[in-house]
């Protein structure tokens, strides 16, 4: 699905990864609490929340917003991070049909009591765009089945039994957002399972951008369906865990680390073309708060 390549960067990038943390896991733990406004913030606006970064920030902190906002968009934004909070505290939990319903059943809490940490049923169809979930007569079995598969599967981080690791998760989040077992919530559920499952492969978790969710992610679960081919997934999260491996392992080795802009002007490069590097991931830099970062030293 991906050029091997790609396989022996983020190989070389995981294997420095790991290295570096020993002694460091703390510190990473702090780096990923860091990020929960963020995943947090760009998870709800994919479902079009109108809560901005700032909005999540203040509201995670306990701090009063200047407006007046949805009181579901509020609850939606700490349930997100509750769930997000509590994998990261407990990275390494195996995933199961139990585990997938009580994650929901955390997201929706005050919000939908009635449909929370429970699958579709009876007369419960749900469409998004032209999209129309599974069946809901099926869906108990087709969750149990898809999770089944995905444990069955050796998904392990060097590629070497059963499928490359990510072609593993990306199937998987295809499969989930076709099937569409909840009434309400399957994005957020479905983005935080790949972070659950990466992380429990060692790996830290991703942040899928909404910035970039009509050209990079949207058309994707358009495509799926019709050809059953998954790969873009799999290119989305490799780009995006090679972001979340460079920042780490940049944050702890960097003597200092700078605004990309700054960088490249330093460095005589143009601002597009530096950014275009960032967004492959031929040079490591990062996201902070939207803004990519980069190490001053790095040449």
């Given at each position: ?172 989040h295809a499969e989930f957002e076709t099937i569409h077992p909840f009434v309400d919530g399957n994005g957020r559920i479905g983005r935080v399972l790949i972070n659950l499952q990466l992380m429990n492969a060692g790996l830290p978790p991703i942040i899928i951008q909404n910035k970039s969710k009509h050209k ?63 967004k492959r991931q031929t040079i490591p830099a990062f996201r902070l708060r939207e803004k990519w970062m980069i190490d001053e030293a790095y040449k």
């Amino acid at each position: 699905m991906i050029y091997q390549s790609t396989k022996d960067k983020i190989e070389a990038l995981r294997k420095q990864f790991v290295v570096l943390s020993k002694g460091n896991e703390k510190l990473l733990t702090e780096i990923a609490l860091t990020e929960i406004p963020e995943m947090v913030y760009n998870s709800n606006a994919i479902e079009n929340s109108t809560l901005t970064l700032e909005d999540t920030e203040k509201i995670l902190s306990g701090g009063e917003l200047n407006r007046k906002v949805n009181v579901r968009e509020v609850y939606e934004a700490k349930n997100l991070a509750k769930i997000t909070e509590a994998l990261l505290h407990k990275p390494k939990q195996k995933l199961t049909v139990a585990l997938i319903l009580d994650l929901h059943k955390t997201l929706l809490t005050h919000i939908d009591d009635s449909i929370a940490g429970r699958f579709r049923k009876g007369k419960e169809w749900v469409r998004v765009g032209n999209h129309l979930g599974a069946n809901p007569t099926f869906v108990n079995n087709l969750m149990r089945e898809l999770v089944d598969d995905y444990n069955n599967d050796k998904a392990l981080p060097t590629g070497q039994a059963g499928r490359y690791f990510l072609d593993t998760i990306a199937h998987f989040h295809a499969e989930f957002e076709t099937i569409h077992p909840f009434v309400d919530g399957n994005g957020r559920i479905g983005r935080v399972l790949i972070n659950l499952q990466l992380m429990n492969a060692g790996l830290p978790p991703i942040i899928i951008q909404n910035k970039s969710k009509h050209k990079e992610y949207y058309p994707l679960f358009a495509n799926y369906p019709v050809t059953m081919k998954f790969d873009g997934f799999t290119q989305l999260f490799a780009v995006l865990l090679q972001e979340a491996l460079n920042k780490r392992i940049t944050m702890l080795t960097a003597k200092k680390i700078i605004p990309l802009s700054l960088w490249a002007a330093q460095n005589s490069i143009k601002p597009t073309i530096a950014a275009n590097k960032a967004k492959r991931q031929t040079i490591p830099a990062f996201r902070l708060r939207e803004k990519w970062m980069i190490d001053e030293a790095y040449k």
